[in-house]
């Protein structure tokens, strides 16, 4: 028998054991966490640096990256004000930090002509564009990772590292943000701003002290530079502010009690958010001359209008000093924004064509170009919201710090007018993504490995991972299984399926095929002369034509709206004939013969045209 002295040290002697042993397993579960996320992480960075490589220049960088690289070099913001600053500076650093020619001597600098100063800046001044492309979009694939370990942390505090690495998993293999989380653009970006807000403002209504009035200042500030959407973060606070009231109320204080108690830290947080935007637009106004501000706000605002009258003379007051000309550039770009959505754009979706919107193409969009998985968890996920009601106030607060922003997005993107891609609601992702984890972490909490839950999610996963890997490495293109890849641009248009991304492989289709002469229409932000010096230029309304010719799938449909309205050819014709290649699902290239267009005469009840498309 031990004496009781002995039995003490024998007893502290097993909790040292078992308190070594029990930071042994943190510690190896921890490794373990590190090395899978590690693991993502890198398919995700090598997948992004791939595509970065091989995808030809896209629509909107031709604006976006000579813009961020004036903002940096010049501090002159007279390029793309409809855009706030931060994503394009982040891209123009690195060309900041190269020995690359500029373009602030070019007529279209001095005439404010953005696209016309991206095309000289990156093909005409004898920079490479290749090398540019690559070294702009490096810091949107760093954000992109960024995001990712975001959401990672996020999920991770919420529901455990299991459910983390799951919510990582299910990002970094999301199409949509393989395609374009590697550009010089603004969406996934804006994903960024919206994620880090909601995250620091629910850590303020949870504790609300200075430092994190500070924090959720910070990141509604950072949201509020990377894209002009995350003015809906005014509503979606607000929103969550009404509801976090409502389920704090009691007998002792009433719901508007509780309300002025948050609105004062939902107040606060929007100011000070303003003047952090406010302090940022300073250094990239610094040098823009007050003249060329002045037709800034005229170019952009219509002087023509009569109802744009009030606030181009209202932003004038602010263009000659560079402390107020800050302020005044943030208003412009909001109400670009704002005249940009609701003018609308011609848009194409199965067959039908608009100038101005189609009320239904971001919902039959979202069906078809989501992974079929997604839709099954998110199915399930909503379901089980609809059966089983919150367990407690913060089950329910969680459910609306997620599914807020999703529904107002949704809601201002379906009364808008600007149909030109599924693009414009990766802000949501992060949010669709935490719903289902929230949701399967109903189930997966409880059961064991070997349960039909367990089994159903992970078939789910290993379809949705391969099925994006087999899709490498046309993501902008990507649909699901629902559509046939070969018939992609029958579906959907622009950057939904074609953004010029694929010039690069049309290059290499022609070089496999000894094609050495070919006619090219192409929608994107390459030149095709740079890089296929053989190439004809061609347009729809030069008419029927032989041999080879590779159209862009935007202007093969959108042609069959303006050719009939402008009275010329269209690329109707083309109807009658089966592509030889669909080039990455975009670039359609043809080779038609005089016996081709023998068996199928080409008719035009607009213009008549010889074969050769000679008027």
Request: aromatic share 16%; net charge neutral.
């Amino acid at each position: 028998m031990l004496n009781q002295c002995e039995r003490s040290v024998g007893v502290c002697v097993i909790i040292n054991v078992e308190g070594d042993m029990t930071r042994i397993k943190e510690v190896e579960k921890r490794i373990v966490t590190y090395l899978i996320a590690g693991s993502i992480f890198a398919v995700m960075l090598f997948i992004m640096i791939n595509c970065a490589i091989s995808d030809s220049g896209t629509v909107d960088e031709i604006a976006h990256i000579p813009s961020g690289y004036s903002y940096v070099k010049y501090h002159d913001y007279r390029l793309n004000p409809e855009h706030p600053p931060l994503a394009k500076a982040l891209a123009g650093i690195p060309l900041s930090l190269m020995n690359i020619n500029g373009f602030n001597q070019d007529q279209s600098w001095s005439q404010i002509k953005q696209w016309e100063a991206g095309w000289h800046f990156i093909y005409q001044m004898g920079n490479n564009p290749d090398q540019i492309f690559f070294w702009s979009r490096l810091p949107m694939i760093l954000l992109t990772l960024g995001l990712g370990l975001t959401i990672l942390i996020w999920a991770t505090k919420w529901y455990g590292r299991k459910m983390g690495l799951l919510a990582l998993l299910l990002y970094a293999f999301y199409p949509d943000i393989l395609g374009h989380g590697h550009l010089v653009t603004t969406d996934v970006a804006a994903a960024f701003g919206f994620v880090i807000t909601i995250i620091a403002f629910d850590k303020l209504i949870e504790k609300r002290t200075w430092a994190n009035v500070a924090w959720a200042s910070l990141a509604f500030g950072i949201a509020q530079l990377l894209k002009f959407s995350s003015f809906l973060l005014f509503a979606i606070l607000l929103i969550l502010v009404l509801y976090r009231a409502y389920l704090d109320r009691d007998k002792e204080n009433s719901f508007w009690q509780k309300f002025k108690k948050y609105f004062k830290s939902y107040i606060l947080v929007c100011i000070f958010s303003l003047v952090i935007v406010w302090l940022v637009y300073i250094p990239f106004v610094w040098n823009t001359p007050p003249g060329i501000e002045h037709q800034v706000i005229e170019i952009n605002l219509l002087p023509n209008e009569h109802k744009t009258e009030i606030i181009r003379n209202f932003l004038h007051h602010f263009e000659n000093n560079p402390l107020t000309r800050a302020f005044g550039h943030y208003i412009l770009g909001i109400f670009m924004v704002i005249g940009r959505v609701s003018g609308g754009n011609a848009t194409f979706i199965m067959g039908h064509l608009s100038e101005k919107s189609i009320s239904w193409y971001f919902p039959v969009a979202y069906l078809l170009k989501t992974p079929v998985p997604i839709l099954i968890m998110l199915l399930w996920a909503t379901v089980s919201l609809l059966v089983f009601r919150a367990k407690s106030k913060r089950d329910a607060w969680e459910n609306a710090l997620l599914l807020t922003p999703i529904i107002v997005y949704w809601a201002f993107t379906l009364k808008g007018s600007l149909n030109i891609g599924i693009r414009h609601l990766i802000p949501t992702v992060p949010f669709v993504i935490m719903f289902i984890v929230k949701n399967l972490y109903r189930y997966l909490g409880k059961v064991t490995i070997l349960s039909w839950q367990t089994v159903w999610i992970a078939v789910l996963l290993i379809w949705y991972v391969l099925g994006t890997i087999w899709y490498y490495p046309q993501y902008i293109a990507y649909f699901n299984f629902f559509v046939n890849r070969d018939n992609r641009y029958k579906y959907l248009t622009d950057s939904s399926l074609d953004w010029g991304q694929d010039l690069l492989r049309l290059r290499d289709y022609m070089d496999e095929n000894n094609i050495d002469s070919i006619k090219i229409d192409y929608f994107g932000g390459s030149v095709p002369q740079y890089y296929l010096p053989q190439m004809e230029e061609w347009y729809s309304g030069y008419g029927p034509t032989t041999g080879w010719i590779a159209v862009s799938a935007t202007f093969v449909q959108l042609s069959k709206l303006y050719g009939p309205k402008e009275g010329i050819w269209s690329y109707q014709w083309l109807d009658n004939y089966r592509p030889e290649a669909v080039i990455g699902g975009s670039i359609l290239v043809y080779y038609i013969t005089q016996e081709n267009l023998a068996q199928h005469p080409p008719t035009s009840p607009y213009i008549i045209t010889n074969i050769n498309g000679n008027r």
